[in-house]
C-alpha cells in the first residue's frame, strides 16, 4: 500500500514540475512568442516577436517575471537597450543604442531611474568595475 502511495505521489509531483516548451502565434501565422513554461509560470529564456516577423524583445523570466538582462528591438530588428531586471522592474544598468551606437546609459534602482550618462568616459569614472 505505502509503494502505491509512494508512486502516485511521484506522479503527481512529477507532473506539476514538468518545463514546457511553447510558441504562441500571431493571427497571421507569425510566431508572436516562445519559451518555457514551469508550472504554468514563465521561466527562463523567452523571445517576443513583432507581427512583421521580426524579434521584438528576449530575455530571462524567474518566477513568471523579468529578471536579468533583456534584449529590446525596434520593428526592424535593430537593438534599441539592452536592460537588467529585478522582480519585473528595471534595475541595474539600461543601456540605450541609437543608430548601432550606445548613446547613453542609465541606471536603475526598483524600477526607479537613479542616473543617466551620456558620455562613455563619465560612465566608465563612474563604473570601474565594468
Do not use: P, R
Amino acid at each position: 500500500m505505502k509503494q502505491i502511495q509512494l508512486l502516485i505521489l511521484v506522479i503527481l509531483l512529477t507532473s506539476f514540475t514538468e518545463k514546457e516548451y511553447v510558441k504562441l502565434y500571431f493571427e497571421n501565422g507569425k510566431m508572436k512568442a516562445e519559451g518555457w513554461i514551469l508550472n504554468d509560470e514563465k521561466t527562463d529564456y523567452w523571445f517576443y516577436y513583432y507581427e512583421n516577423g521580426n524579434k521584438k524583445e528576449e530575455g530571462h523570466y524567474l518566477d513568471n517575471k523579468k529578471t536579468k538582462w533583456w534584449v529590446y528591438y525596434d520593428k526592424k530588428g535593430t537593438i534599441v537597450k539592452k536592460c537588467e531586471h529585478k522582480n519585473n522592474k528595471l534595475n541595474g544598468l539600461t543601456i540605450v543604442y541609437s543608430k548601432g551606437k550606445i548613446s547613453k546609459a542609465e541606471k536603475y534602482t526598483n524600477g526607479k531611474k537613479v542616473k543617466t550618462w551620456t558620455d562613455l568616459n563619465e560612465f566608465k569614472k563612474d563604473n570601474i568595475d565594468f
